[in-house]
């Protein structure tokens, strides 16, 4: 990681002093956000240096339009540096080549940035064969927890603990997994079969085991699709979903799993109106969604990315979004479809990473850490057992 001399730097400014952010927040709720902020801002005072990239970082995740880099993105990136980049099944053609071009992002911003990935298994696993094992969809694996609880959770666990072992390969550090969503009967298919179930605390069990197995490997999670996507009765890549039940209906069934696991570092929102909460914009956008449901009643306080900012379930430009992404509260934007033209218009929207937004990033940085003792050939044979049984 480069450093730098800090002579005549300093700390950015936060948006509300400790005393004030204690009255307005509640004790729970700041003080979490004090250890976050310790712990994001030790990592920028370490013996008299700072990391740089801390201070000139943007708050958006990109993706890139193919294989490797090419000079123009080289040059943009450089210049624009986003906190991280994620990768989609364009970019993927072969192991030395997926390597190659995590190496080759990095490089670009000249730092350790986090590189994310959707490696769910099932229809969303972005990295195939022959590079990679296909992987059953989250379905299927709480669909064994029904049988045998103990067989479904250690199923899950295993399973991310081999993502782990296949995208660390390849430096990727970021699975945008577990899917936290409950679907209801009669919802899009978009999360269908993605989801470990239907009830609550089938995926609050799943979706625990998940997140500890990418942990054990060296990898951070996602959680999503916060505070949920399961009534989402149209597909939001190509359209607004509205969920009209009342509020006491999602806090008791949809928003269970990401109060069951606020504690994550970091969650993607989802672009879905709940009316009952805020009728006029998606979570994603949305103040009352962001501040009220994410950061009081759910309780997060890691750092939250917002969902794709190019699916048509939002609204104006693309520059427009990602300044009302900002805006809401979401502390990154996500934009992945590595178009450069849609690129440089986020760009213009969004600002460096500063204050909690920061801290918290600083956060997920810090919390990388090694991978625990396993042996991957006795895992995968485990795990090939598993659904042998089935």
Known sequence: MREVSCR??????LPVTADRYRRAAGPGRARRSFLCIVAGLARIWRGGVYDSHMTESKAMILGCSGLSLTSEEKAFYRGERPWGFILF??????????????????????????VLIDQEGGRVQRIRPPVLPRYPAGQALGDLYRRDPSLGLRAAWVMSRLHAFDLSKFGINVDCLPVLDVPVEGSSNVIGDRAYG????TVIAMGRAAGEGLRAGGLLPVMKHM????????????????????RDELEAHDFRPFIAMK?????MTCHLVFTAIDPDNPATTSRKVIDGV????????????SDDSSMNALSGTIGERAA???AGGCDIVLHCNGHMDEMLDVVANVPPLAGLSLARAKAVEAGF??????????????FEAMFAMV
Do not use: C, Y
């Not at 005549?8 to 400014?13: A, I, R």
């Not at 993927?92 to 080549?97: K, L, M, Y």
């Not at 504690?263 to 969650?267: G, I, K, Q, S, V």
């Open 369 to 382: 850490a090694a991978p625990d003792m396993a042996d991957e050939a006795e895992l995968r044979a485990e």
């Open 263 to 267: 504690h994550e570092l970091m969650a």
């Open 89 to 114: 099944g364009r970019n993927i053609s072969e192991a030395s080549q997926i390597a190659d071009l995590v190496a080759e992002l990095r490089d670009s911003v000249g730092w350790h940035a986090p």
């Open 324 to 326: 009302n992404i900002i």
């Open 198 to 201: 239907g009830d609550p605390d």
């Open 227 to 246: 505070p949920g996507h399961g009534r989402g009765f149209a597909d939001s890549h190509l359209e607004l979903p509205v969920v009209t039940v009342a």
């Open 8 to 13: 005549g730097w300093k700390l950015p400014d």
């Open 294 to 305: 994410i950061r009081e009643h759910i309780g997060f306080d890691g750092l939250l990315l």
